[in-house]
């Protein structure tokens, strides 16, 4: 079993942290925590708040993480520094 980690901007226009209700397309959080209870999550807690955003673990019994979900605050749609094209 590996963690997954999600990184979402919350401004970004093209995958809102909302979803799209009208498309079928659910809320991050509400996939993340599909990702969380297949993998045997029992609880979430959000245990760390930054200035630039949210991070929120997902947690087995043994507290293990099994999901995290990074909101970044005033991100759009883009890919975090470091990566590139290739």
Known sequence: MRARLHIQ???DDVVAMTGDPVT???SVPALLSRWAD???AVRNESAN????GHL???LRLDVKSVAELAALSKTGH????GFDDR
């Open 49 to 52: 708040a930054y200035s630039n």
């Open 9 to 11: 901007g919350r401004d």
């Open 38 to 40: 297949l993998n045997g």
């Open 56 to 58: 929120t673990h997902y």
């Open 24 to 26: 079928g397309v659910p």
């Open 78 to 81: 883009d890919r975090p520094i």
